[in-house]
Every structure is written in C-alpha cells, then in structure tokens.
C-alpha cells in the first residue's frame, strides 16, 4: 500500500507542482483562484495518467480526474478554467496517431490558459513559450520508450537515440529561477525550491531513470577506482 501512494504522489509530479505555488506566490491570486489552480493542474494530471499506462505507474482511477478538473473549474472558474482542462485533454491524445508532434505546444497553451485570467498577455506568452520547450526536452528524455511503444513525437521524427534523461530537470530549474526573480523571495528560498524539486523528480516512475541509476553507478566506480 505504501508502495502505492508513493507511486500516486510521483505520477502528480510534486516538482511541477512546487514551481506552480511559487508561480502563483509571484502572482499573488485570491484564495479561490490559487486553490482552484492547483485543483485544475493535479486534475490535468490526473486526466492524462487516467488515458495513459506509462511503464511502473499503478493506474490512475479516471473519478480522480473527474474530481479534481470539476473541483478546480468551481474554483477558479468556468469560463476561465475551461480551456485549460480542454488543453489538458488534448494532451492526453499524445500517444494517439501523430499528436505527440502537437504535444509541446498544447502543453505551453495550457500553462497560458491558466496563467493570462491571472496576469497580463506578454508575460503569459513568454512563460507558455518556455514550456512549450520544456515539454519538447521532456520528449527528449522519453525518446527510447516513445519509439518503442509507437509514440510520434519530435525526437522520434528525428531519429534521436537515446534518453536525455538530465535536461528536462535543469529546465526546470531554469524556469523555477525565473519565477523566483519575479518574486521577493530570498536566496536560500530558491536553493530549498531546487533542492526540493531534485529530490522528487524521481519519484516519478520513468523508464528513463534507469539511465540516471546506471551513470551514478559509473561516477561511484570512477571515484572508488
């Protein structure tokens, strides 16, 4: 059963969610607008681990969805929220015919759905635009298992070889120092959001951690030998 919540706490991606609160911290949005943010985020999430069955995940039960995107809609709004949780359903098609080569940029709308009702168009873009590359690095990591399981996406149009498994986290991180130097947030403050976030990517099953776990078994070989 630990096992299992643990598996479920990884599939919500709890580095994702901490630069969301920070973001959320920069805009400082009433108390319905901030919950109901972070409702419709984990709903997305929930709505494309209900459609997808990625290698080591339990399966999410499609209620949590349900849930969750009708919770954050309440929240934050219908009107405003609704074309988030489309988007998010639209991701949700990635392993479908040839929508992974859309993905990235469905990914980036989606975080500018739910960021433009909160603050101002330029600003949104921008923010949208970087994560529409991020996902794109996030394809990047997947790439072997994407090939294998038929899943058109830009690094497989490519023919890349290998998981990046790396630059999908310093991306992150990138845009997590971004949110910070928009807030008033000290120093320390970022270095305890990155720790976080380092920690829990992993905690995400991926097929591509394997990769990381086989290059600390090669550093702790170099720095025994």
């Known amino acids: 059963m630990k096992n299992r919540l643990l598996n479920y706490l990884g599939q919500f991606r709890p ?9 959320l911290f920069v805009l400082r949005p009433n108390v319905w607008h901030f919950l109901g943010a972070v ?18 995940r339990e399966k999410m039960p499609a209620i949590v969805a349900v849930v969750l995107s009708i919770s954050g809609l309440l929240s934050f709004g219908v009107w405003q929220g609704l074309p988030f949780v489309l988007a998010g359903i639209v991701y949700s098609w990635k392993k ?14 989606q975080m500018f759905f739910l960021l433009y009702p909160l603050w101002f168009l330029w600003p949104s ?26 899943v058109t996406t830009w690094p497989v149009v490519m023919d890349q070889k290998k998981d990046e498994p ?5 991306f992150i991180f990138l845009t997590t120092t971004i949110w910070w130097w928009l ?28 990769n990381v776990l086989a290059f600390g078994r090669k550093i702790l070989r170099y720095i025994r030998s």
């Open 39 to 56: 409702l419709l985020w984990c709903g997305s999430i929930a709505v494309l681990e209900s459609c997808h069955a990625d290698w080591g």
């Open 183 to 210: 807030s008033e947030l000290s120093g320390p403050c970022l270095i305890g959001i990155l720790a976080f976030e380092a920690g829990t990517y992993w905690l995400t099953p991926r097929e591509s951690n394997k």
């Open 166 to 170: 790396f630059g999908h986290l310093l």
């Open 15 to 23: 580095y994702s969610l901490a630069e969301l609160i920070l973001a």
């Open 125 to 150: 873009v921008v923010i949208a635009a970087l994560l529409t590359v991020r996902n794109y690095v996030g394809d990047r990591r997947d790439v072997e298992e994407d090939r294998r399981e038929g």
């Open 96 to 109: 479908q015919y040839k929508w992974g080569l859309a993905s990235p940029a469905v990914r980036g709308f």
